[in-house]
Structures are given as C-alpha cells and as structure tokens.
C-alpha cells in the first residue's frame, strides 16, 4: 500500500483542481491552479503542462514541489509534498495524455508532471473548531454560493 489513501485519491479525483507550488530561480515562490490534478498510483500524482511555463521551468531547476487540493464546499482536503518529473514522451506520458482526451481534454498538452508523493497530510478548515458537522459546513456554502450565481450575495459563512 502507497502513501495516498482512498480517501485521499476520492478528493483529488473529484476536484481535480490542485493548487501548485514551486519555487522561483530568486527563490520566491509560485503557486499555480492546476485544473488536470489527477492520481496516477498509490504513490504518485500528475497534472498536465497545458500553459505552465513557469511551473515547469522552476521544477526543472528545483523539482520540489507541493500540490493542495480542496473540497471547497467542506472546505477539507489535502496538502501533498513531494518530487517532480517532467515527462515529454514515454508511455507514461501517451497513456495518461490518452486519458486526458478521454476525460475531455483538448488543449495541447507539452509534459506531464509526475509527482512522487511523499508526504500527505489533510487539510481542514478551523470552521469545525466550533463543533459543526461536515453537512453543516457544506449547506452554509452551498447557500452561499447559489446567492452568488443568482445575484443575491449573502455574506459569506463565518469560521475560517
């Protein structure tokens, strides 16, 4: 058994959007939303180089790398750190850019970084400090945003 859990695995397949950060040549950082975040194995995430030029050139430089993906709803998720490659050809790279197509991908894909996960640790918001349950933080954003999609903003819900 890998590093990622079921559970783990559940939340990057659903959202599929990691936040990723790297580090800049002047040591500053990058943070990148990542729309492709998938799971490759019980070890290892990816996501596709569609427009990452800096990304990928600070992973090049400095594969370091952590990848953030969170059920913005429950606002819970998990911090993921570990090493990156930079794959342009190979099987690795036509089978997972196969599935991109397949998931619905139609952007040109340059790489696909492969991450060797080694540390996962979750991520949950201090709003469950106050005792409310999963279900209760959930409809409070649900509410929120449907009054945001119909225009009729409320003020956002509190704890975080």
């Known amino acids: 058994m890998g590093i990622l859990t079921d559970d783990m695995k559940r939340v990057v397949s659903e ?48 594969p370091a790398v952590e990848i953030n993906v969170v059920d913005q709803l429950v606002r819970k998720g998990y911090r993921f750190k570990g090493i990156a490659s930079i794959l342009t050809s190979g099987a690795v790279f036509e089978e997972t850019v196969a599935a991109y197509r397949k998931r619905g991908v139609v952007s040109e894909i340059q790489a696909i970084v492969l991450m060797k996960v080694e540390l996962a640790r979750p991520l949950i918001s201090p709003v469950y400090d106050s005792g409310v349950s999963e279900d209760q933080v959930r409809a409070q954003w649900e509410s929120y945003w449907h009054a945001l999609r119909h225009d009729d903003v409320r003020e956002q819900p509190t704890g975080e």
Request: proline residues 6%; positive net charge.
């Open 15 to 62: 959202q599929r959007l990691g936040f990723v950060a790297t580090v800049c040549a002047d040591g500053t950082p990058n943070l990148s939303p990542k729309g492709t975040t998938a799971v490759w194995d019980d070890d290892h995430l990816l996501f596709a180089d569609i427009r990452s030029p800096r990304t990928v050139s600070n992973l090049r430089r400095n």
